[in-house]
């Protein structure tokens, strides 16, 4: 196979098993938190389609170019999420309210009562998509982010082609 899909940990398996079910004898690649040194192998290993499929406590740190996402190289979703936001039109008293939250969640929630989510949640995908094709070069690079709360958060235009692709390939 040529393509390949990958998810950065047990919410991004759960969510494809749960939610993609047509994948499900489709094998992922768990990439923990080393995002960017799996691209890395799958362009070594001569794959040339990728899909990320992961939950946005994860994929918000590869917005800020964070290709390792464990904690111990920075725990920057808040910020990150919180620069989308107020790129998106966010004023100084939603962009505090986002910095105090603890998880994305409760920073999407803020978003959407404020009427800010699909906007931001777009430039974050489109982030997460520059950083990965940066990256995965020359692969092609999908992306999909999620929330286990709220669902689909973001997905890049070719990510349902690709995953089609994949499922024709298998």
Do not use: Q, W
């Not at 994860?58 to 989308?84: F, P, Q, W």
């Not at 286990?148 to 973001?154: F, V």
Request: aromatic share 6%; charged share 30%; proline share 3%.
């Amino acid at each position: 196979p040529r393509r390949l899909i990958l998810a950065p940990g047990n919410y991004g398996l759960d969510y494809l098993h749960e939610k993609m079910p047509a994948l499900k004898n489709i094998p992922v690649v768990k990439t923990s938190n080393f995002i960017g040194d799996t691209m890395d192998m799958a362009a070594a290993s001569h794959f040339e389609e990728v899909v990320l499929v992961g939950h946005i406590g994860k994929l918000v740190k590869v917005a800020g170019g964070m290709l390792n996402t464990h904690s111990k190289y920075g725990d920057c979703r808040m910020e990150i999420l919180s620069a989308h936001a107020a790129a998106a039109g966010a004023d100084a008293e939603t962009v505090r309210e986002m910095l105090d939250c603890a998880a994305c969640d409760d920073a999407v929630r803020i978003l959407r009562e404020k009427g800010l989510d699909r906007e931001t949640l777009s430039r974050l995908t489109e982030k997460i998509y520059f950083h990965l094709n940066h990256r995965a070069e020359p692969m092609e690079v999908g992306v999909l982010m999620f929330s286990k709360e709220y669902g689909i958060l973001g997905r890049s235009d070719n990510e349902e082609t690709l995953l089609k692709k994949i499922m024709e390939e298998r």
